[in-house]
């Protein structure tokens, strides 16, 4: 799997410029590749599954809770490890031909 590549000509978008063109503008119904203007989309699926991992351990955690002593600094110190995470993870995308 190629990593923010669009996988028609292969261009290979840089982390600052997915960050800037496609990440924060929301374009979640596609938008065209900068170099060959072919339309491209994220691959949902990817997303939906580790969209699902970070609830799934949120939810032990949660369920844990009085077993391994979180307090609420210690759940907002997850939180935002989570959130940081989460940029991480996104950063490496793949992308998909919209139909």
């Given amino acids: ?18 960050k800037n063109q496609i990440l ?7 938008w065209n590749c900068k170099n ?3 339309k491209l989309t ?3 699926k990817r ?3 580790v969209a699902l991992a970070f609830v799934g351990v949120y939810v032990v955690l949660f369920a ?5 002593g979180m307090t609420p600094l210690r759940w907002a ?10 940029f ?9 031909k919209a139909e």
């Avoid at 924060?24 to 596609?30: D, E, Q, T, Y």
């Avoid at 991480?88 to 998909?96: G, K, L, N, T, V």
């Fill in 1 to 18: 799997m190629n990593i923010r590549t669009c996988p028609h000509c292969n261009y290979k978008y840089s982390i600052s410029e997915y």
């Fill in 88 to 96: 991480f993870i996104f950063a490496f995308d793949a992308f998909i």
């Fill in 24 to 30: 924060f503008k929301f374009r979640f119904l596609g």
């Fill in 64 to 68: 844990l809770k009085n077993a391994i």
């Fill in 47 to 49: 997303r939906v599954i």
């Fill in 77 to 86: 110190a997850l939180l935002a490890i989570y959130i940081i995470g989460s």
């Fill in 42 to 44: 994220f691959n949902f």
């Fill in 36 to 38: 060959c203007n072919t």
